[in-house]
């Protein structure tokens, strides 16, 4: 059985119009999306900048309103749940927000940022309060010492580290990681996946990485979804998806991964090139007429592409 399944979501944001400010239209940011999580998986959504990646995310944890579909946790329908204080579905989902800046209350120490949701969801003594907060410190990678600062006294890594510690004070079974690096510097962003990994590995949490960098998906992710506009226009074993890539959006994803080899530099300029005078040739192979994505169609086992 599935940790977390997903049914036909729908996130949809209103237009308003006219004088008496009626709805006119819907912008379809999330249309009919399903996928599975299981215990200690990591699936990775991946998309441009509002394709509905984050959304989805979002969704999930009750941050937006779903317009339909339903949400599925250990066996349970808790989609009405979903928003609400102190469910049991709040303490088993967790977050990771994108912005390592605004997402720690700079008025509070680290001791009652990590505290806090323990404070909400266990009864424990002021002893063994301060043994958990120095505990997930440690898990981390930071000291103990490091509970009576504030954000601001923190790098953007440590911050990131924060606020991992803060997520898996109540051993949730799944958090969902909104672009937890994209802000972070390259050797840093290193140490933060590797930090994310270790705590998978010893906590048993399963992972829906939200991302936008390929490189960084294929190192933490087992499973990819290909997002854009709204639908998924690949899921797959992130092996069979790098190897195999079908959906023209999928392969100039991974063209425009930088190479570092030199030579090679015009070459892929040339593929980038070649990728884009395809789509426009062929649109309608990848694309419905009014530019709305397929529906996905199995291709091969573990591997679901959208196509007519």
């Not at 399903?34 to 989805?56: A, N």
């Not at 579909?69 to 994108?98: A, C, L, W």
Request: some cysteine; hydrophobic content about 35%; proline content about 4%.
């Amino acid at each position: 059985m599935a940790l977390l399944e997903v049914e036909d979501l729908k996130v949809y944001y209103p237009i308003k119009g006219g004088i008496l400010g009626r709805t006119v239209g819907h912008v379809k940011a999330v249309d009919g999306v399903s996928f599975k999580i299981h215990e200690r998986e990591t699936v990775g959504l991946i998309g441009e900048s509002g394709s509905g990646k984050s959304t989805i995310g979002k969704a999930i944890l009750g941050l937006v309103p779903i317009h339909s579909g339903r949400i599925i946790f250990n066996g349970e329908d808790i989609t009405k749940y979903i928003g609400k204080n102190r469910s049991p579905y709040r303490k088993d989902v967790q977050m990771v927000f994108q912005d390592v800046y605004s997402s720690l209350n700079p008025r509070e120490r680290v001791y009652d940022l990590i505290a806090e949701p323990l404070r909400n969801f266990e009864k424990l003594t002021k002893a063994e309060e301060k043994y958990r907060v120095d505990e997930l410190l440690t898990i981390v990678g930071m000291s103990p010492e490091n509970a009576v600062k504030y954000p601001f006294e923190f790098s953007g890594g440590q911050r990131q580290r924060i606020g991992v510690a803060r997520a898996i004070a109540l051993k949730p079974k799944l958090i969902v990681c909104d672009e937890p690096v994209s802000a972070l510097d390259l050797s840093i962003q290193a140490q933060v996946l590797n930090y994310l990994k270790d705590v998978q590995q010893e906590l048993g949490i399963a992972y829906l990485f939200v991302s936008h960098d390929m490189s960084v998906v294929k190192y933490m992710c087992e499973k990819l979804a290909i997002m854009n506009k709204g639908r998924f226009v690949e899921f797959g074993d992130s092996d069979t998806i790098y190897d195999n890539a079908t959906h023209i959006y999928t392969r100039r994803l991974l063209s425009a991964i930088p190479n570092i080899d030199p030579r090679k530099k015009g070459k892929n300029k040339e593929l980038r090139r070649a990728l884009a005078e395809e789509q426009a040739a062929n649109s309608i192979q990848y694309y419905q007429e009014d530019g709305s994505v397929y529906q996905l169609k199995q291709k091969a086992d573990n591997h679901w592409v959208a196509m007519p």
